[in-house]
């Protein structure tokens, strides 16, 4: 028999608990647990997290009669955003172990995503069984259809598989219907590979981020607020420049790929870089007034950003001077002392960053003491 005290952990890493039956996680202990595994039941009967909840209470009285010292406790993380759950489970799991004062932990999960989690439990407290839970169906073609709608009625698997495919077909249609037969496999395969690079390149997740601190700082009134939507104003104004530096240089489409993006940075880098500069010394100012421990850490993004913006637009200045771009407004002749000169600026941009995050950083050690402005 075990020594100390075991909690047996139902992770529910969809957070069905919560977008089903409106159970906040964490839950702790038998009778709680039993209430949130019936109102799940009675939400959603067909739920493979209410087996789950079941076996846990089934284990933890099981364990009890042998005369262990046991706690059960269910934990959730997010119904849509899976990074999000996760450091929500690894927060739950962190008040759970420092409630029931448990030192191992036997893991019941109703799958292999769920199980996904089990080293951030690991980081939390000891790990010394899991229980995966299957429930037995008789596999036939009943069974599969209901499976393929059970997915498509879930938002994360419609978002991901009918978006794409309903968007292509509309635009199929459309490019049908105006004439251009031709042109229309060539837009759907390219807004369907626009999609996946999206999707795959993480830029919704940093879209998602980005849209979240919009929202804080809006509910807490940070000044960061305004600059956010004053630098994605700008950021906006680089790309329809961008674009318009592609039409003005290349309107043949005889050059290549690269200088198509070269063209892009050359006609929208310095308003991006300053948008995104804009917009940190916003998190900046934020970080001054009421979080002044990280503020060494935020300081240097508006140098960086300065300094990246600065090489792009240098090196796709130079490139482009050399590619017999017609009407391009810089020479060859002069193209080498632009460069040095953007590069150079850009180097000291960033050292200058560099140098400035070392004496802020002095400076929120030498003054951790004076009092910070309190938000309600």
């Known amino acids: ?5 075991t909690l047996v952990l139902a992770v529910d890493r969809d957070d069905d608990i919560g977008f089903k039956a409106k159970i906040e996680s964490p839950v702790i202990g038998r009778t709680d647990c039993l209430r949130a595994a019936t109102s799940l039941g009675l939400a959603d009967p067909e ?4 087996n789950a909840i079941f076996e846990a209470i089934k284990i933890y009285d099981e364990l009890l009669k042998k005369g262990e010292d046991v706690e059960v406790a269910v934990i959730a993380g997010n119904h849509l955003h899976m990074i999000e759950g996760d450091r929500r489970i690894a927060e739950a799991l962190e008040e759970v172990v420092k409630q029931t004062k448990t030192t191992g932990c036997v893991v019941v999960s109703d799958g292999a995503e769920d199980e996904f989690v089990v080293p951030i439990i690991q980081s939390k407290i000891q790990v010394t069984s899991i229980r995966r839970v299957i429930v037995s169906q008789i596999p036939n073609l009943e069974g599969t259809y209901y499976i393929i709608k059970k997915l498509l ?17 509309l635009l199929y249609a459309v490019a049908y219907l105006l004439g251009y037969p031709n042109a229309a496999t060539i837009t759907v395969i390219g807004v369907v590979g626009i999609y996946l690079l999206y999707r795959g390149a993480g830029i919704d997740e940093i879209m998602r981020d980005f849209i979240g601190a919009l929202q804080t700082s809006m509910k807490r009134a940070r000044f960061s607020f305004v600059t956010y939507i004053a630098g994605l104003v700008l950021v906006v104004i680089g790309i329809v420049l961008g674009l318009m530096s592609i039409l003005q240089y290349y309107s043949d489409g005889n050059l290549g790929l690269l200088l198509y993006l070269l063209s892009f940075f050359y006609g929208g880098a310095l308003w991006m870089m300053f948008g995104g500069i804009v917009a940190t010394i916003g998190v900046v100012i934020d970080n001054f007034l009421y979080e002044r421990e990280g503020l060494a850490k935020v300081i240097v993004y508006p140098f960086y950003l300065g300094a990246i913006g600065l090489i792009t637009y240098a090196a796709s200045t130079y490139i482009l001077s050399y590619a017999d771009v017609p009407d391009f407004p810089v020479l060859p002749e002069s193209a080498l002392s632009a460069i040095a000169i953007w590069m150079v600026g850009g180097f000291v941009c960033a050292f200058a960053g560099v140098g400035f995050q070392y004496l802020v950083g002095k400076w929120v050690q030498n003054h951790t003491a004076e009092p910070i402005i309190d938000v309600v």
């Open 153 to 169: 009625n879930d938002p994360k698997i419609s978002r991901l598989v009918m978006v794409p495919l309903g968007l292509a077909m």
């Open 47 to 50: 739920d493979s997290d209410v």
């Open 1 to 5: 028999m075990m020594t100390g005290r």
